[in-house]
Each structure stands twice: as structure tokens, then as C-alpha cells.
């Protein structure tokens, strides 16, 4: 059913493998001729405990992303007295907006209106706007969600029009099991669309690409944030994942 949260055994290994993440990033960056300190490292702690989490905040990282909500309730209230940005990054039904708008700092993934719609009217008036990152899917591939580049268009003129979001970016996901070059093919096509909408005048400051197994890839194609779990904390225990209902 839900992934259970490992062993906090895992806490172990975290600086060597926080470094070795850190230091790929760095690398990939100046090999794309920018700033590592332009590439966010968003730690995605889904199916690791709460104790995994404050090992690594101790270590300087800052953003966690989590998926499931039922995984991520007891997290939060277990982590919350930490200064910790925590980003949705799971697939977004309209029953599970409330949680997400009353709990999370970032949302990734927004691919309707009708979720960003009822985002904004469930977000706290006294929370600072929630910041918004529509997912788009520009190739045919088999992941779910994600918006065509023109759905993307017309929900980012919508979003920014919504009071209580913060549209700052696109964000995107790909299959497992691609070459280094159909993961850059696809990763510089999401940056050919940002790029546009850039010079267009849209107010946007994040592409949200890259995960454990093609973040170097999303670096050099322009990511500014990568979303890590399995290179951080070791493997999931997968095939547990039914997305939380
Ligand atoms: C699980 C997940 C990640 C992290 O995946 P890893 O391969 O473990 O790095 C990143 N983004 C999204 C949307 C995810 O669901």
C-alpha cells in the first residue's frame, strides 16, 4: 500500500552520499559552463523516516520533496519544529488539493486548471503564496501527466492570473530506461519552451528537471533544481507505491 519509511539506518551513509550528489552537480554545472550554486538540490524523502530527513537538514539541505500524503502528514508534523521548505512533488488529485495547499511550501506537477483552481482557494490567506511549477510532457512517452506545450501556455497565463500561487516554472519527468541523449533531447525541448516563455515577458525563475538517474543530463540541458532521492538515500522499497487515495 503506502511505501513504508525505511530504517533510519540509512542516516549513516548520508554525508558521504550528500557529498558525492553535491559534487556530481557541481561538475555537471561548470561542465555547462554555470554556477553549481545555480542548481537547487531538492532532497526527495518519500519512502525514508523522519530521522533520514533531520540527518540530512543537519547537514545543510534545505528543501525535501515527498509524494504520498499519508507518508508525508506524520513526516511534517514529526519534523516540525526544522526550517525545512518542503515541495509536493506526487501526482495531484483534486480530493487531495486541501492537504497539499495547507501544508506544502512548493507544488510540482500542476497539469490542470481545475487543480491549480482549487489550490489557490484552499491556500492559507495568512501562508505566503504556495509556489507553483506546471508539469509538461513534450515527448510521447509513457509517464503519466504533464501538459502539451500549448495546454502549458494557456494554464500558466490562468495560474498567474490566481491569487495564493506563485507560478515560478516548469517542471518535467521522464520514463526510466533512456540514453543519455533522448534524456537531453527531452530535457532541451522543456528548456526551449521555458526559454520562450522567458522572452515572452513570463515572470519565471525555475526549471524543475532531473532526478537520481539523469540529473547530469538536466544540469547541462539548464535545470535550476533536481529533485534526488535513490542517489541520496539508497533505495526505495518500491512496488509498495500505490499513489495514496
Ligand atoms: C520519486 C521522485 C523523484 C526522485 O526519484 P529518484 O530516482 O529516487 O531520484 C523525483 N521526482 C519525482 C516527481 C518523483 O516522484
Redesign the pocket.
Known amino acids: 500500500m503506502l511505501i513504508g519509511p525505511q530504517n533510519s539506518a540509512v542516516a549513516d551513509n548520508l554525508p558521504a552520499r550528500l557529498r558525492a550528489v553535491r559534487a556530481r552537480i557541481a561538475t555537471a554545472a561548470r561542465a555547462a559552463g554555470r554556477n553549481e550554486d545555480s542548481v537547487t538540490l531538492?532532497a526527495?524523502s518519500?519512502?525514508h523516516d523522519a530521522a533520514a530527513v533531520r540527518a540530512l537538514a543537519q547537514l545543510g539541505v534545505e528543501h525535501f520533496?515527498e509524494?504520498y500524503l499519508q507518508e508525508a502528514g506524520p513526516k511534517l508534523d514529526a519534523l516540525a519544529g526544522l526550517e525545512l521548505c518542503w515541495h509536493y512533488?506526487?501526482r495531484l488529485q483534486a480530493n487531495k488539493t486541501r492537504a497539499v495547499a495547507e501544508r506544502f511550501a512548493w507544488v510540482?506537477?500542476v497539469d490542470r486548471l481545475r487543480i491549480a483552481e482549487r489550490l489557490a482557494a484552499q491556500r492559507p490567506l495568512l501562508a505566503p503564496p504556495l509556489n507553483v511549477c506546471v508539469q509538461v510532457k513534450l515527448a510521447p512517452d509513457a509517464t503519466k501527466g504533464g501538459a502539451s506545450a500549448a495546454e502549458a501556455r494557456v494554464l500558466l497565463a490562468a495560474i498567474a492570473s490566481l491569487p495564493r500561487l506563485s507560478l515560478r516554472g516548469l517542471?518535467c519527468?521522464l520514463p526510466?530506461g533512456l540514453n543519455a541523449a533522448q534524456q537531453r533531447a527531452r530535457f532541451d525541448a522543456v528548456r526551449g519552451l521555458y526559454a520562450e516563455l522567458l522572452r515572452e515577458g513570463a515572470a519565471l525563475d525555475t526549471l524543475s528537471m532531473g532526478?537520481?538517474?539523469d540529473?547530469e543530463a538536466a544540469i547541462a540541458a539548464g535545470s535550476t533544481l533536481v529533485?534526488?532521492?535513490?542517489?541520496?538515500?539508497g533505495a526505495?522499497t518500491e512496488a509498495l507505491g500505490v499513489n495514496d487515495a
Open positions: 531538492l526527495v518519500k519512502g520533496g509524494s512533488i506526487g510540482h506537477g517542471m519527468m526510466e532526478m537520481s538517474g540529473f529533485r534526488i532521492g535513490t542517489a541520496l538515500f526505495r
